[in-house]
């Protein structure tokens, strides 16, 4: 079937504007993970849920940055005040249930551009 | 915390010659291990991952990896390169046990094919 999508695939802003940003995991899969992508960083884990229920938010970067997931299906990234540093590509990915040893299947990212 | 080291930034390789990207990780305990390799403005898609058993183990296009306790290392591998295998390269560790935090990512390897 279909994999991970993310929409947009590219996002530009202006400082202090708010975004969301969009995942759809493949179908029937019950975890989902947000990841963040940049050049100082690498690629860092934001945040994961089962379910609706996102058991450990202490990943995200500030209190600017929150997700949620509805219907155990799409999930939603918000980012408030965006800053020039919040520029990267920001991936979701899914897995067919929790635990460790289940494969991530990964979005092509959306790539956020703040001015 | 469990972390992961891609001591090579960049590789290059002669089309044809044989490929060992490096990984090394640090974790208390015997850890699940994956690698990922992320083309240019594509997602990253899984080649290969370790839980036990087989210390040697066969990926996607070609690839193995194999797991050395006694090193801390999980390198990968591949006889012989083509162009196609042009790309970002990731070793990622996952925390063994019932959590389901994300993956911890190495910061990357990028692979040149020289004709």
């Known amino acids: 079937g279909a994999g991970v999508s993310q929409s947009p695939s590219n996002k530009v802003t202006e400082k202090g504007k708010d975004v969301e940003l969009r995942c759809d995991p493949i179908?029937?899969?019950?975890?989902l993970y947000w990841y963040r992508q940049s050049l100082g960083q690498g690629l860092e884990f934001l945040i994961y849920?089962?379910?609706?229920?996102?058991?450990?938010k202490s990943g995200l970067p500030s209190d600017r940055f929150s997700a949620e997931r509805t219907g155990g299906s799409v999930s939603t990234l918000t980012i408030q005040r965006t800053q020039q540093e919040d520029s990267a590509v920001y991936l979701c990915?899914?897995?067919?249930?929790?635990?460790?040893?289940?494969?991530?299947?990964f979005g092509p990212g959306t790539r956020l551009l703040v001015l | 915390a469990q972390s992961v080291t891609q001591p090579d930034i960049h590789i290059t390789v002669s089309e044809g010659a044989s490929l060992e990207l490096r990984c090394n990780y640090s974790?208390?305990?015997?850890?699940?291990l994956f690698w990922y390799v992320q083309s240019p403005g594509q997602g990253l898609q899984l080649l290969l991952k370790?839980?036990?058993?087989?210390?040697l183990v066969q990926g996607i296009k070609g690839f193995e990896a194999e797991f050395k306790r006694s090193q801390s290392s999980f390198n990968l591998r591949k006889p012989s390169v083509h162009w196609s295998d042009a790309a970002e390269y990731f070793c990622?560790?996952?925390?063994?046990?019932?959590?389901?935090?994300?993956?911890?990512f190495g910061k990357g390897t990028h692979l040149i094919i020289q004709p």
């Open positions: 990915a899914s897995s067919s249930q929790r635990g460790n040893q289940e494969t991530q299947y």
């Open positions: 179908s029937g899969h019950t975890a």
């Open positions: 849920f089962q379910g609706n229920s996102a058991p450990d």
């Open positions: 974790y208390g305990a015997t850890p699940y």
């Open positions: 370790y839980f036990s058993g087989d210390t």
């Open positions: 990622a560790v996952a925390a063994l046990g019932g959590g389901a935090d994300g993956l911890t």
